[in-house]
């Protein structure tokens, strides 16, 4: 079964750090590109970051570019999100997303079931 | 603001067709990248619906279906189900942001 599985939130205080990670398995994870999905409480999808199958290629949303990244191990299957300089905007649910590529663009196949992140003091 | 623009809600009575639009502009929609769609069922994570605007996945009835025109783009739900209750989203790709792009979401009401 294709499945993906998150883990590593929780309650950080402002500015502060957490890891997110996201185990991949059923499918050739190194053959895929990927991506975080964000849904603040009450809102809508937003997408965070992409990263390529050799992370060659890496993007950010303007809102999230110099304090989150986002880095692969194809070797344990996993997908990571290092977050600092946390804010309360960055409140939310955070999904990882397999990356499906067509020649009118990119889109999102399979979703985890996300983890929680909550920046309060 | 979402980059794409959805209505926040549309409802329907059971066996009635709703459509739900996704308006975008020339650096998405416009510039010849597909619209997919996503279906998210109250509390759980978003499932994809539809992909290269017209493509439904396996196991997604037939009831659904999408069409794009110009820069905009539609989702239309035949013979409603009160299991089809959900939030959907729209998502494209945006060259000017370099990233996916989504609409904020329309909630499906079933009467």
């Known amino acids: 079964e294709v499945q993906l599985v998150e883990s590593g939130g929780g309650l950080v205080q402002p500015g502060g750090s957490l890891r997110l990670s996201c185990a991949a398995s059923g499918f050739t994870f190194s053959s895929y590109e990927m991506n975080w999905v964000r849904q603040a409480p009450g809102k809508g999808l937003e997408w965070v970051s992409y990263?390529?199958?050799?992370?060659?290629?890496?993007y950010y949303a303007d809102s999230v570019k110099g304090r989150l990244t986002i880095s692969r191990d194809n070797a344990k299957n996993s997908l990571y999100l290092q977050m600092n300089s946390l804010r309360a905007e960055d409140t939310a649910v955070y999904y990882c997303?397999?990356?499906?590529?067509?020649?009118?663009?990119?889109?999102?196949?399979?979703w985890g079931k996300g983890t929680t992140v909550t920046v309060s003091s | 603001q979402s980059v794409l623009t959805q209505p926040p809600s549309v409802s329907g009575a059971p066996g009635q067709r709703v459509t739900i639009s996704c308006t975008g502009s020339s650096s998405n929609i416009g510039a010849g990248y597909d619209v997919h769609w996503y279906q998210q069922l109250p509390g759980t994570a978003p499932k994809l619906l539809i992909y290269g605007n017209s493509n439904r996945p396996s196991g997604v009835p037939d009831r659904f279906s999408g069409s794009k025109s110009g820069t905009s783009a539609s989702l239309s739900i035949t013979g409603l189900q009160a299991e089809d209750e959900a939030d959907y989203y729209c998502q494209s790709y945006d060259s000017s942001l370099s990233g996916s792009v989504f609409g904020g979401g329309t909630k499906l009401t079933v009467l």
């Open positions: 990263i390529s199958s050799s992370s060659s290629t890496i």
């Open positions: 997303a397999r990356d499906r590529v067509n020649p009118g663009g990119y889109y999102m196949d399979v």
